[in-house]
């Protein structure tokens, strides 16, 4: 079985294929004939995600403080993805280390000692 999840502009995609072993062996043929030609990024393991984790985290603690929207696009720059972005920036909302004080257009996520 695969799943692929993600989205096609604003719209929602959740889609699982049912495979069995002679679709994954055509597939995988078919992946050595192009894997010249496609650049795959690699899924991200449960280490990969405590990494970003700590390094959002790091990247709050020596700024002090940021507001929302500057800390989004710090954190969409770090995973290279808005949604991997958004879920760090939510973490970091729920975090004990963190406040969120309403600023005047904006909040402003700042790194309580």
Do not use: C
């Not at 049912?18 to 004939?33: S, T, Y």
């Not at 690699?42 to 405590?50: G, L, S």
């Not at 507001?67 to 995973?79: A, I, M, N, R």
């Amino acid at each position: 079985m695969l799943r692929i999840r993600g989205s096609i502009g604003e719209w929602p995609v959740d889609l699982t294929l049912e495979m069995d072993d002679a679709d994954w062996a055509r597939f995988g043929a078919q992946l050595q004939v192009e894997k010249t030609e496609v650049v795959a990024t690699p899924a991200k393991t449960p280490n990969q995600d405590e990494t970003l984790w700590q390094i959002a985290r790091d990247l709050l603690r020596k700024a002090g403080q940021l507001s929302g929207p500057d800390l989004l696009d710090q954190l969409e720059g770090l995973t290279g993805s808005a949604v991997s972005g958004k879920r760090l920036l939510v973490r970091l909302r729920h975090s004990a280390d963190v406040k969120v004080e309403s600023g005047a257009d904006t909040p402003i996520y700042r790194w309580i000692e």
